[in-house]
């Protein structure tokens, strides 16, 4: 028998806890937070793009332990090879056999830290694993364990023996953002907080795998609505048609757009998505999947797309 499906405000109260453990080690950054939680509830992957010290990685290891979570961090590097993120088989040289070492990417939490610092070759070692949760490997496919989250970093500013991420690598991201240079009230708490050591290593687990597949179930369960359907597909249409465009928002981006507010939605103990949802997301999900001609900026486009976009009339439920 089936087991019952997560309530709404059941949905919301989880999500809740675990915000709230993982904002005793970050401090502010409430937007960043509830991004990264929404590609983990998505079934997403997420991308951080800021400088150095703005708590990425830590945002990455609160999140794994909060949920108590196998975490593994890849610092990327030039002479990194996929057999180190993927594993290889070793020869055993006491059974006469050739015996599988898993890579780091056989955990629940994956940190790819500066992932534009590894080569087109490795970088496209994360995509099966990204896209498909299994890796291939001399001709035999294994599964990733569950959930599976990669968390993936860059310097957006440093760019000397960096390689830029290519469209399809960014395509599996489903979220992207920044974290942001903290506020003086903010810095003054961390500070404080940081005294006496890093907090992070209190931090306990206040969720199991077992509820975060529920939540990544819930989501799937969230309704969207013929009308958000319309919705999400002029704003598709509305980005296309902008003759700056070079690369526009593909079916698969709707697609992340719409599996993100169905996430997002939980957030409010809702069963169904609403415009705002698709709104507050529409940055996060779809800038970092464009191309513009000339020196735009994606943020700016999409705010404008939303203005000529009519809003969907909903149904009172």
Known sequence: MAAPALQPERAASLLQ????????????????????????????????????????????????????????????????????????????????????????????????????????????????AMAETQVSLEGVTRALDRPFFVIATQNPVEFHGTYPLPESQLDRFLIATEMGPPTSAEAMEVLARREHGDPLGDLEPVLSLAEVGELQQACLGVMVAPAIRTYLVAILDGIRQRPEVLLPASMRAGLALQRAAQSWALFGGRDFVLPDDVKALIVPVLAHRLGLRGRGRPEDLLAEVLETVALPPLRPR
């Open 17 to 128: 806890r675990l915000e709230d453990n993982v904002h005793r080690v970050i401090i502010g950054k409430g937007e960043s937070v509830r991004l990264a939680v929404t590609g983990l509830v998505a079934g997403g992957h997420v991308l951080l793009e800021d400088l150095p010290g703005t708590g990425k990685t830590m945002l990455a290891r609160a999140l794994a332990t909060s949920i108590g979570g196998s975490f593994r961090r890849i610092q990327c590097t030039p002479d990194l090879l996929p057999a180190d993120i993927t594993g290889a088989s070793v020869f055993n040289q006491r059974e006469l056999t050739f015996e599988f070492i898993p890579g780091p990417i056989f955990s629940n939490v994956v940190l790819a830290d500066e992932i534009n610092r590894a080569t087109p070759r490795t970088q496209s070692a994360l995509l099966e």
